[in-house]
């Protein structure tokens, strides 16, 4: 009795500090927690009649839970529970149905269709990712290379069998492939629990769980705890604005709106059959904050891609009808703060890591501080440049030369937020067709086009993303039920081209002008920007860091092209995108460039080469003397 009293006690503390929405540890004590006595299964359903636990301990007869007043909360402590026993609860409704229900805070479910919860504890590994979590709390993302290679666990690639890898495989198979690429983060699109695999996981019912179909939150520790003794970050994706509405997870959980708006036209999210998240409520602010630091504590994960912020900002996003605010107008208060918070409370505790807003509308100060009256993040996609880019390029050339403004755009607002540049899946589905896809021409002219768009992105300010087969040049969409078309690699031009990936990665690493100013006007000095023809600079820290980019967007070359450069010397090519052994015509390398004492782009001297048919020329400084 005593002990029950003090349980009692314990949980009423936790309670209030959960219902107050100041609890971003709750899943150390919701959910099954292993006591002296068994297992404790606590949960929140405050408008229950009645709440009672079923399982394997039990041959799946109901347990009553107690009510732990005035908090919410039900509880009860079972002696035979034992770890990978399945459970669920019954819940009353005020009306007084019956809805069965998995644990919003199980750690492990059952494999799909199969929809339980297993008592899960999350295992105790030794870490030996010291050196890494040091140096990502003492240094700066934003002045450090960030070029993430976006990944679909199950369909990166299979057994021969069909079946799916497991995190050890991709420990021994992933981990090599990125490092050997020369990409810096692996971003995982979400891993928690989904029902349906078509959804790619952003249809979530067990926000706490790894799912089933992806093996144990043990293996996913092993991978990390790897991959950042490789030098490599891992990130995941994140839906913390709706969730699956299947009645068996979140969906009206004590038969009430509990996780959800009370409001229809903002609970009901029409566009993707799901349900939106009430982020005024503070015990979802609770639930969900502390779902966001579970996977950054236990797993030791670099950041989180936060998706679908534009649902999270807009009253009236979604399809339908909706309600306005009080004055008429549609940005979701609750939200906006909601994401606030989020973003204070992680950068609290873990002040090196990403926050990484997908924001598809013009929102302001997307990644400006709170107190600066921004939502918090450190970093956006910039979407509107990956769908101008991509518009561009689809184009066949002659359409290109009347629509630069594609490509110069981005230059009137690259500096607004901290940007990364996507290339996402979202671009290579549902009959958007592939890159390589995209592109006009036979395939010597994808392929030299694909080679132009990627060195682009590349050149551009901003941070990287590219998804998973992007580098392999497949025709292919990306179909989530079978791996990437690794036979491609075995075709004319795509070997070639999976080099030049790794080329220009590699670059992107060696070289502190690609990556050090991405934020600051101070980076980049632009020398031309008319139709086919793009030059800028990119500069480093440090004044004489400097390369020179020449982008040609037509397959028309141009000879004893003349560009400007600010100092006298001889410079020298490092990438030419039309070398052979990208799969282009050039055999021979550009020979040492060589300055004349003539001005040109507003800069005192001048070299002059041949800017080969559609390509990308990287050029570097080689013997400088001072002017």
Known sequence: MRNAILQDFSLVEEMQSFNEGKHFSSYRFLGSKPVKDGYRFTLWAPHAKSAALQGDFSGWRLLPMRAVYPTGAWTLVCKEAKPGDCYKYRIEDPEGAYHYKADPYAQENEMPPKDASVIYDLPKIQWQDKRWMTARRRTSIYHKPLNIYEVHFSSWKRHPDGSSCSFYDLAETLLPYVKDMGYTHIEFMPL??????????????????????????????????????????????????????????????????????????????????????????????????????????????????????????????????WTPNEDGSNHNRKGIAFLQKLNQTVFHEFPGICMIAEESSAWANVTKPVEYNGLGFNYKWNMGWMNDTLKFFEMNPEQRMKHFDLITFNFVYMFHENYIMPLSHDEVVH?????????????????????????????????????????????????????????????????????????????????????????????????????????????????????????????????????????????????????????????????????????????????????????????????????
């Open 192 to 321: 928690m629990d989904h029902p349906l695999e078509a959804s790619w996981g952003y249809q979530i019912t067990g926000y706490y769980a790894m799912s089933a179909r992806f093996g144990h939150c043990e293996e996913l520790m092993y991978f990390i705890n790897q991959a950042h003794q490789m030098g490599i970050g891992v990130i995941m994706d994140w839906v913390p604005g709706h969730f699956c509405r299947n009645d068996y997870a979140l969906a009206y959980f004590d038969g009430t709106p509990t996780y959800e708006y009370e409001d229809v036209n903002q609970a009901d999210n029409v566009r993707w059959g799901t349900l939106n998240f009430d982020l005024g409520k503070p015990q979802v602010q609770s639930f969900l904050i502390s779902n966001a630091l579970y996977w950054l504590r236990e797993f030791h994960l670099d950041g989180l891609r936060v998706d679908a912020v534009s649902n999270m900002l807009y009253l009236d996003y979604d399809e339908g009808a």
């Open 431 to 627: 009959g958007k067709r592939s890159l390589l896809g995209k592109m006009e021409g036979d395939r010597y002219n994808q392929f030299a086009a694909l080679r132009v768009l990627q060195g682009y992105m590349m050149g551009m300010p901003g941070k990287k993303l590219n998804f998973m087969g992007n580098e392999l040049g497949q025709f292919l969409e990306w179909r989530f039920y079978q791996e990437l078309e690794w036979k491609d690699l075995n075709y004319p031009f795509n070997r070639e081209y999976q080099n030049y990936i790794r080329r220009i990665n590699h670059m992107y690493l060696e070289y502190k002008p690609l990556y050090q100013l991405d934020h600051e006007g101070r980076g980049i000095t632009v020398l031309e920007a008319e139709a086919p023809i793009l030059i800028f600079y990119r500069h480093g820290l440090a004044s004489k860091e400097m390369l020179i980019f020449i982008y040609n967007f037509v397959p028309r070359e141009y000879k004893d092209y003349t560009v400007g450069v600010p100092r006298r010397g001889s410079y020298e090519v490092i990438l030419n995108s039309e070398m052979k052994e990208f799969g282009g015509a050039w055999e021979r390398p550009h020979p040492l460039l060589q300055t004349y004492n003539t001005p040109s782009h507003q800069q005192q001297y001048s070299i002059r080469l041949i800017i080969p048919a559609m390509s990308m020329v990287v050029i570097k400084p080689k013997r400088i003397y001072e002017n």
